[in-house]
């Protein structure tokens, strides 16, 4: 973060000091809202959650170091009081990204892949200049300003994922962080229960390349009719990616290896160079080419974006990580999310990976889905209890369509998928771990609130990676 003393932030935020809060003080940052992460010259955060209540750590956040509290309320602490502390964060973070010109906002939004595109394209632009990027999916109103507010002088790129739940959403998060080029993805079926079906997602997502200048560049997917039909509603300039030979940026000759892992030739309008992803199933390779046609579109070589393509290791938690226990057990905890579509992707690479091996999968019942949801979740059912398993955990509530799916699918045959409904993650992770046999392949896949991520830690023993 730039330097700020606490009486800039009262005036950015239309705050007021409190507490014997120093205006002279200077705030060097990390702005954060946990009192755990707090550093010398922080400025703590405090959000009032369902849970827990910022402002009850007000005065720890201080004697770890923290120059203020930025609060809703006054505190035993110094501090600049606010209406609300989540859109003063939000109005922060926009004066602090208008203090620095040289900064170009990069923008990424889709129904799926975000945080990996995010990840692979923070690689590539490190290559010409400093970058921020989230960790992980910080992506919402909160976490948003935060990545943000790590943007200091030396910063030249800001790799942002936009998320919505709502319509609005990306542009409100647009506005706290404008940006040059705009990436969208995909539009699937997360969160279409809340939107109500993919028109409305498509207009959501489409909030960001409105939010383009004209000067700009919107990176659109040319394989997706619903991203292509965004080219109109922006004056931005346009640049295609996909597999589709009119995309400028495209993937040419796609194989997979034994692993799930795709190789392919990445074409641009300035030549062609082999990419080998490490990253684990096909759909990585719309990501990869995302990263790349913005990459393209800010001069990096076209043989350096393939380099660094071919380089990447996954590097958000829970999502294909793919780890083989000594036993020769492989265990895909793909547990962060999951919609239909991130279903389907991950099985179809579980196929592959898993080839003749004896096969588990673990799930959950998908949410957000509407009206749709029973379907939906019958289908998934489908899907698992037709992929060959010798068992099918599935866990937690609202469970009774893909048990009917996975039982239609799996029929009656001698070796017919054996199929079981757990509680919670923790039954799952026990019953299978004593049905695991050397050479076993586990996918391990569900809607973030199932936390089956602790499954996978289960059958590593503990690894939380």
Known sequence: MIPLPLARIAEITSGALAGMADPRAVVRGPVVIDSRAVEPGSLFVAIKGDRVDGHDFAAQAVEAGAVAVLASRPVDAPAVVVGDTVTALAGLANAVCAQLPSVTVIGVTGSAGKTTTKDLLARLTARVGPTVAPAGSFNNEIGHPLTVLKADE?????????????????AHLARVAPPRIGVVLNVGTAHLGVFGGKEAIARAKGELVEALPADGVAVLNADDPLVAAMAGRTDARITWYGRAESAAVRAEGVTLDGRGRASFTLRTPSGAAPVALRLYGEHAVENALAAAAAAYELGLPVATIAEELSEAEPRSRWRMEVTDREDGVTVINDAYNANPDSMRAAFGTFDVLAGGRRRFAVIAALRELGEESAALNEDLGRLAGGAGLAGLFVVGPDAEEILAGARAAAGGAPDATRITHVADAEAAG???????????VVLVKGPRAAGLERVAETLLGGDRR
């Not at 026990?430 to 076993?440: E, F, H, I």
């Open 430 to 440: 026990a019953a299978l771990s004593a049905l695991l046999a050397p050479d076993d």
């Open 154 to 170: 030396n910063t030249r790129y800001l790799v942002l994922e936009l998320s919505a739940r709502y319509a609005g959403d990306i």
